[in-house]
Every structure is written in structure tokens, then in C-alpha cells.
């Protein structure tokens, strides 16, 4: 009966929250505060290949809580860092342990295609070299990434390529099955969505105080206040779904109506506050020079990445509504 | 299984057992609605059953007659009571913002008297804080209680008061203070509603129901003691009070059990209107399923206080705007699946689910207004959460 399906799993009151997972994320939130600069990686792009490494030696590749990794994807979409993070975290899921432990330890990149099928993969999230992980025959392969096409993409923080895999076959399957690592991609991408979310809707807030206009903030003027909160509002549902979909994967079991959840509504918020935070900050908005743009285009790449809304919520709704739809 | 399971499995098929019979007149969809003798009878009998067979007071210390707090047995009471759609519990404003707001400001005395008639449904309650010229502007409001003696005596004009023409007991906010700051001035009052000076008028509503009044004050007399709190406490008293009404403390997963058993009608109604297979209402089935699971997840996630560290308000602030806004689109979407047969009303037999829906989007407003409309919540919202500039 639907009824049951409409009341979640029961998850740990505590969401299985420790306290060294706030140390984590104050410290992510400090080390990325002091060396990363977005807009100077806009003016002039750089691999950040020494970042990577020293945040694969604290041990962000790793992933013991799902919840702890979840607050760190949180900060790194904060500030839009533009390393293959998510990508590494989900392939180390898919590798045997030798090839696992040189993603974990930053000494090797790794990438995973999920949005399209082989063996032409579109979409992928961009390395220079590594290791490739891709759906194929139904399950999950991996081996050595190709060559690969740049695509021109509206987000400069998400590059992404094409690959070929027609001559370079993949050469060994993962122990890991589609569904599960899909499920992980989409809480992985929800959180750093919601960290973006999270950072547009701050910078909108502090421009509703800070900018004047007939001589008060416009903050004051509820056509501005009142915008803001419903952005608020989608914001904290997504922190709340991103969680909860974390604390089930981290508990075992069926996390599939948790995860898309977590993805459809993260990605709604930061559509959303990316297009309130373009026009509250009105003129000044439409230009290069405001930030929220780069928050924007990052919209633009999250929403349709590793499914649509749409989709998701034709999946949901077979879930709840179509008998014997497991 | 683990006692609360155990406990669960007890409650629900309590309820399966001595739930009422379907009366032979039409109940309403809410506390807001009650209007006649018969549909109070057959409500107040039901609290009354509960509360006898130890279900009620959960949330309420044994020696004023609770049962002894305990969140997780209360939340499983309103939960299946919910699941089971069970008639809806008479006494809400007393269960729900009159008896908390009295544990927390009361007198010993104050507590002994009070707490245990409000579980039982003995004692009925209504809310006298808005009048025709302070709404949204609560503090503006007018009504004097003036002490003479042992007494004061309360004249003036309250309005959209549900129950009001049933109740035993007001929680009055009046003037005690015309000279002071408009907050400074207000007094909080447990006011006995049978006595001399009160007169009651009927408004009828939108969905053409009753339960709602005014009422006028001329020199009603009450006790001294009636004051809840001290004399110019009235404004914090009231905000405690609103709080509650607001949902901010917690409504102990009740609310996620409604929400959830609202969905579960609107798909019993797509299925029999054949819209169940239509991708439009899907996806919007949806979109409110996900609010309504987000809403579920962060009551849970406001006890955890470090996963709502950055904004700690936002959790609580939010739910009485999110929940009545979700309520509200479910009667809208079971509205809008009926068709046609919208047009018709609950009083025509073949009115698909007796004509609930349209009367449920009427009275949905109920909610987006009372206890401080959506625009105030949004405005409170964006001054205390956001740290927005004020409005005004």
C-alpha cells in the first residue's frame, strides 16, 4: 500500500551526526576559504593538481560516513572548487583495492560516466589521465581513460569530455552494481549542489542589506524579503532530504526514493536561488562582475546532470504509484 | 519487538476497536468547524474515550493528570491517529497551545486546576487574541481588563474566535495598562467564558460552515487569579502561545502523519477518477510528496542541533508556513482532479468523497491564516532567520 511507501525509512534520531563530522566541515570550510578564489580561477584556469593532492592526504577521497561525506561535498560546492572530487569518491566504490588505494591517495584521478550509455560516453566529467569507470553489458566496468574530446560547457567549474571507449575496450568489471552507484552519484551531487544553493542564497542576502534604495535596504521591501525566505525555505528542505538520503546509505537498505529526492530537490534549489539571486541583485547581477553567475551556470550543469528532475520524478512516482515497481 | 513497537501495536488496534461509528450527520474537517450540539457531543466523547483508556497526556507531567512526558509515545498517539483517520481531537486548542503555554507560566494552583479537564475534554477551549482592527497587528489590540478588587473586568471585542460559542475558558490578551508601550501594556487572562457580560455571535465561513465567532465584552467580571504570568507579561505569554500554534516546538511527527495520510486520499481519489495514470498529476503528486518527506525528515533534523547549525531558527520558523502551504496545495490538486465535479457540494450524494475537497481548499485557509498569516510568517522569517532588515 502507498501508505507505507509514503512514510520513509526510519532512520538514527541522530542521523548517525558525530561530533568529529563538525570538525570536518569547519576545517573544509577554512582550508577552502583560504586557497581557493573562484574568480581568480575564472580569469585564469589551473588544475589546482597540488589542492588535490593535499585534500586526497586528509583524507577526503575516502568515504567512511556517508554523512561526513556528504558535509564535505556540501563545502566544496560552496565555492564551486573545480576538482573531480565526487568523481574520485565514486570510483573508488568501483576499483579493486590496489587500483582504489591511488585514487584515495590522490596519486591517481579517476572519472565515472553515468549519464550516458557506451560506448560513446557524453558528459563526462573531465581528468587529464586515469582511471575510467563506465556502465557497460549491464554492469559496471572499469579500465584506462582514453583520449578524450573537451566539450565547451556554460559551467567552467564542471569541465566535461567525450569518450570513446569503441577502441580502448574497458577491462575489467567492478564489484559494485549500477543502481548502487547511482544512488551514491546522485546523494554525492545533491550535496555539493546544496552547498552552491546554500552560497547563492548568503550572497543575495548580504547584498538585500548592504545595496539602498529610496534611502533603505532593499531587504526591508517585501517583494525582496519575501523571495528570499521561499529560497531559504527550498534550501533547508534539501539540507534535510541531502541528510536523510546520507543517513540511509550509511545505515544499508533500499536508499533509491532517497537519493532521488535529495538530488530533484537540491538541484530545484539552487535553480531556483540562482535565478532570484541574478535578478535581487538587479543591475549589478546582469553583470560578469557579481558571482552569482558563476552559481548559475552551475544550475544549468547540476540540474540536468545524472538525470533530470523531470525523470527523477517520473521514477518516484512509479515507485509510490505502480503496483509490483520495485 | 522493541516496547514502543509493542506500544504501537497496542494504540493502533485500540483505536481499531473503539473508534466511533460514522455519525449520521455530516462532521467537520476540523477543530475550526464545529458548529452544532450533535457534532460536539459525538468529538468531545471520543477525547473523552481516549483520554480515559491513558492515550492522552503524553505531554504532560503525571501530577497535573498527564501521563508523564514522553515524546516518542505522544508521537505515536497523534501518529496513529492520524493513520487510522480517526475523528479529529475536539480539543485542540486547549491540547495543543493553551496547556503547554499554562506547564510553562503557571501557578502550582493554575497547573492542578487546568491541565487534566483540557486532556479530558472537561473543560473546552478558545483563543480571544485577534480583533477587528488588530490582526496581523496583534499588539495593537484593544480590549481593556481593568482590576477592581479580586476582579477585573474585560470589556471590548474579540473576533475569529473557533469554538468560542461552546468553550468554557478564553485565552484572553487584553489591555491591563493604556498608558504603556503597546507590548508593555498586555496582559494574559485564563478567562471563564460562562459568566455574565460575554456575548457570542456566530461568523459564518467561506465554505458556509460555522465554529467561528465574535465575541463582545461588556464588564465581564473574572478572578484575579485568572492572570497567566504577571500583569505586562501578557506580549511574551502570547508569543509562547503562538509558538505552539506555530508548530515551533516540535509537533512530534503528528503533522508528517497527516500529510502523509492527505496524499494517501488524493491518490484514493486519482485512482477513482482515473487520473492515476495521467504523467501531469504525477509529477505534481510528487513534488508535494517530496515537500511533505522534507518536511517528515526536518522535524527529525531540528533535534539534531549541529545539522542545523548555520541557521538554527529556519527549522523551527518554517513549519507552520510549510506545513499549512502543503496542506493547502493537497486540497488544491484534489480539487483540481475532481473536474467538473468540483461544482459539487456536501450536501449532493454523488459528490466524489462526499465533497471533502472543495470544503478542505476552503477551510486550508483556516491555516495559512490563523496564528499569524503566510506573509507574517514570511516576514518573521526573513527579520529573525535572515537577519533582514524590518519591513516596516
Known amino acids: ?120 560516453f557524453r558528459g563526462v566529467p573531465w581528468i587529464e589521465s586515469g582511471l575510467f569507470v563506465a556502465p557497460s553489458e549491464g554492469g559496471l566496468f572499469y579500465g584506462d581513460l582514453p583520449e578524450v574530446v573537451k566539450e565547451s560547457v556554460v559551467d567552467r567549474t564542471k569541465p566535461t569530455a567525450r569518450v570513446s571507449v569503441a577502441r580502448v575496450p574497458l577491462r ?28 547563492v542564497l548568503s550572497m543575495t542576502r548580504d547584498y538585500a542589506i548592504e545595496r539602498r534604495q529610496f534611502d533603505r535596504p532593499i531587504g526591508s521591501y517585501q517583494a525582496v524579503s519575501h523571495p528570499l525566505v521561499n529560497v531559504m525555505i527550498a534550501v533547508e528542505n534539501a539540507r534535510s532530504l541531502v541528510i536523510a538520503a546520507a543517513a540511509a546509505l550509511d545505515q544499508g537498505g533500499a536508499c533509491e526514493v532517497a537519493c532521488r529526492m535529495a538530488k530533484v530537490a537540491a538541484c530545484e534549489a539552487l535553480w531556483l536561488a540562482a535565478n532570484r539571486g541574478v535578478q535581487l541583485h538587479g543591475g549589478f547581477g546582469f553583470t560578469w562582475e557579481c558571482d552569482v553567475h558563476f552559481y548559475f551556470r552551475r544550475a544549468l550543469y547540476a540540474r540536468g546532470a545524472l538525470g533530470g528532475s523531470e525523470a527523477h520524478r517520473r521514477r518516484l512516482a512509479a515507485l509510490l504509484l505502480d503496483h509490483g515497481v520495485q | 519487538m522493541s516496547e514502543l513497537d509493542a506500544f504501537r501495536d497496542e494504540v493502533r488496534s485500540w483505536i481499531r476497536e473503539h473508534r466511533p461509528a460514522p455519525p449520521d450527520f455530516v ?19 471520543w477525547q473523552r474515550a481516549l483520554f480515559d483508556a491513558g492515550y492522552l497526556g503524553y505531554d504532560a507531567p503525571r501530577e497535573y493528570g498527564g501521563r508523564g512526558v514522553d515524546q516518542a509515545r505522544h508521537a505515536i498517539v497523534m501518529g496513529e491517529l492520524a493513520r487510522a483517520r480517526a475523528p479529529f481531537l475536539l480539543n485542540a486548542i486547549g491540547l495543543r497551545w493553551v496547556m503547554p503555554t499554562i506547564l510553562h507560566y503557571g501557578t502550582e494552583a493554575q497547573k492542578r486546576f487546568f491541565v487534566e479537564p483540557i486532556l479530558s475534554a472537561e473543560h473546552l477551549w478558545c483563543q480571544g487574541f485577534s480583533e477587528p482592527e488588530a490582526g496581523s497587528d496583534l499588539a495593537s489590540l484593544r480590549a481593556r481588563a481593568e482590576r477592581e478588587g479580586d476582579r477585573y473586568y474585560v470589556s471590548g471585542h474579540k473576533v475569529w474566535t473557533t469554538l468560542a460559542h461552546f468553550a468554557d475558558y478564553m485565552i484572553l490578551l487584553a489591555r491591563t495598562d493604556p498608558e504603556a508601550h503597546k507590548y508593555a501594556g498586555l496582559s494574559y487572562f485564563l478567562f471563564p467564558m460562562k459568566t455574565s457580560g460575554v456575548i457570542i455571535q456566530p461568523l459564518v465561513k467561506m465554505s458556509g460552515e460555522g465554529g467561528f465567532n465574535q465575541v ?42 497527516a500529510s502523509a495520510e492527505a496524499l494517501s486520499r488524493l491518490i484514493e481519489l486519482a485512482e477513482k477518477v482515473g487520473a492515476a495514470e495521467d504523467p501531469v498529476f504525477r509529477d505534481r503528486l510528487v513534488a508535494l510528496w517530496i515537500d511533505v518527506e522534507a518536511a517528515r525528515q526536518g522535524e527529525r533534523r531540528s533535534k539534531v542541533a549541529a545539522l542545523s547549525a548555520d541557521r538554527p531558527l529556519a527549522l523551527p520558523m518554517m513549519q507552520k508556513l510549510v506545513r499549512s502551504e502543503i496542506e493547502q496545495r493537497i486540497a488544491e490538486l484534489g480539487c483540481q482532479l475532481m473536474g467538473d465535479a468540483a461544482r459539487l457540494s456536501i450536501d449532493d450524494p454523488e459528490a466524489p468523497d462526499r465533497g471533502e475537497w472543495p470544503r478542505a481548499y476552503m477551510n486550508s485557509f483556516g491555516f495559512t491564516i490563523g496564528g499569524g498569516t503566510s506573509e507574517i510568517q514570511r516576514n518573521l522569517i526573513a527579520e529573525r532567520v535572515l537577519g533582514l532588515p524590518r519591513s516596516r
Open chain 1, 1 to 120: 500500500m502507498n501508505r507505507e511507501k509514503l512514510q520513509g525509512p526510519s532512520l538514527p534520531t541522530s542521523f548517525g551526526f558525530e561530533k568529529e563530522h563538525e570538525l570536518l566541515r569547519s576545517q573544509a570550510r577554512r582550508l577552502l576559504a583560504e586557497r581557493f578564489d573562484l574568480r581568480a580561477f575564472y580569469d585564469k584556469p589551473t588544475s589546482y593538481r597540488e589542492l588535490y593532492k593535499e585534500l586526497a592526504s586528509l583524507g577526503w577521497l575516502a568515504t567512511e560516513s556517508w554523512l561526513a561525506t556528504a558535509l564535505l561535498l556540501e563545502e566544496i560546492g560552496r565555492v564551486l572548487l573545480p576538482l573531480p572530487i565526487a568523481p574520485a569518491l565514486l570510483a573508488a566504490q568501483a576499483l579493486p583495492p590496489d587500483e582504489r588505494e591511488a585514487v584515495t591517495s590522490g596519486e591517481k584521478l579517476a572519472t565515472v560516466a553515468l549519464d550516458t550509455e557506451g560506448p560513446e
Open chain 1, 172 to 199: 575489467a568489471r567492478c564489484e559494485i552494481d549500477l543502481g548502487a552507484m547511482l544512488e551514491r552519484a546522485w546523494l554525492l551531487h545533491a550535496a555539493e549542489t546544496l552547498g552552491a544553493a546554500e552560497a
Open chain 2, 27 to 45: 462532521l467537520p474537517q476540523s477543530f475550526l468547524e464545529v458548529e452544532t450540539k450533535e457534532q460536539l457531543d459525538y468529538l468531545r466523547a
Open chain 2, 216 to 257: 463582545i465584552f461588556d464588564r465581564a467580571p473574572m478572578p484575579a487569579d485568572a492572570l497567566l504570568g504577571e500583569e505586562g507579561q501578557g506580549w511574551d505569554v502570547a508569543m509562547t502561545t503562538l509558538t505552539f500554534e506555530r508548530g515551533a516546538a516540535g509537533v512530534g511527527g503528528e503533522a508528517s502523519a
